[in-house]
């Protein structure tokens, strides 16, 4: 698949979306819980509480919605001030209790709309990625689809950023990379390509630490082994000190982009 190929992938109605991984995962051991005790409960977030075979955890999700009825009413996924207020209220309690935090990310970005703008979305999306580089408890986030700029990473300061083989993660998307350089939208399959949005090509530059292969029929075995990876990389940095955990976390994007 070409990297164009592979966005249209990501953006595709019919591929499961963060409320089937969580139901998948977790099933009737999630308890969602909602708002930001400031302003609203954003739909585009959704979060709670769940079990990993014996480990409680918090689980955030970017929920795009399945159909159109339900993609309305969760804002395509892309969540205002108060979603990401909802997740970062949820991660300072899983830090209270040291409980784990797995977040699933898929939006095209955070919402740009003037209400948006007039609640703080930049401060929201900045504060996140301050407070996740020093949260004392272990971190890991998934790209399930489209992971598009401030509205991804204000949910990927982890421990380790995981990606389905299909996702892709870039500061931009290429049609409006290609606006902007072209000033052609159709052009976007040469944006595509040169933004290294893909999994493989964040692997190589070492923004991501795993790549997961996507089955095309049973995707039972996909979501057994996807428990299994988590709950040993949990297992792993539970075992690690606050100092430690941080350290590696802060070390890990500082040697983004260094020459080996």
């Not at 970017?62 to 159909?67: I, S």
């Not at 970005?109 to 999306?125: K, L, M, P, T, V």
């Not at 493989?200 to 292969?213: M, N």
């Not at 049973?218 to 299994?228: A, N, P, R, V, Y």
């Amino acid at each position: 698949m070409t990297a164009y190929e592979k966005v249209t992938a990501a953006r595709d109605a019919k591929k499961l979306t963060s409320i089937d991984f969580i139901a998948r995962m977790f099933g009737d051991s999630f308890i969602e819980l909602h708002g930001d005790r400031r302003y609203s409960d954003d739909k585009a977030v959704v979060a709670g509480l769940a079990m990993l075979y014996d480990t409680p955890v918090t689980v955030i999700g970017l929920e795009k919605g399945r159909n159109t009825k339900e993609r309305m009413e969760r804002n395509f996924g892309q969540a205002h001030p108060e979603g990401y207020r909802k997740a970062l209220r949820l991660m300072k309690q899983a830090e209270k209790f040291r409980r784990p935090v797995l977040c699933f990310v898929d939006t095209s970005g955070a919402f740009c709309g003037i209400g948006a703008e007039e609640r703080g979305q930049g401060q929201a999306i900045a504060e996140n990625i301050m407070e996740m580089m020093t949260l004392k408890t272990p971190i890991l986030t998934i790209l399930i689809g489209e992971g598009g700029s401030g509205g991804a990473l204000a949910l990927a300061v982890a421990d380790e950023v995981w990606m389905l083989e299909n996702a892709v993660y870039s500061v931009i998307s290429p049609e409006g990379c290609a606006s902007i350089l072209w000033k052609d939208s159709t052009k976007a399959p040469e944006a595509a390509e040169a933004l290294k949005m893909t999994a493989p090509d964040l692997f190589k530059l070492g923004v991501i630490e795993r790549i997961i292969r996507q089955p095309k029929a049973d995707e039972t075995k996909m979501f057994e082994s996807l428990k299994i990876l988590i709950s040993r990389t949990f297992e792993k940095n539970l075992a690690l000190s606050d100092d430690e955990l941080t350290s590696a976390r802060y070390e890990r994007f500082r040697k983004i982009g260094r020459p080996e």
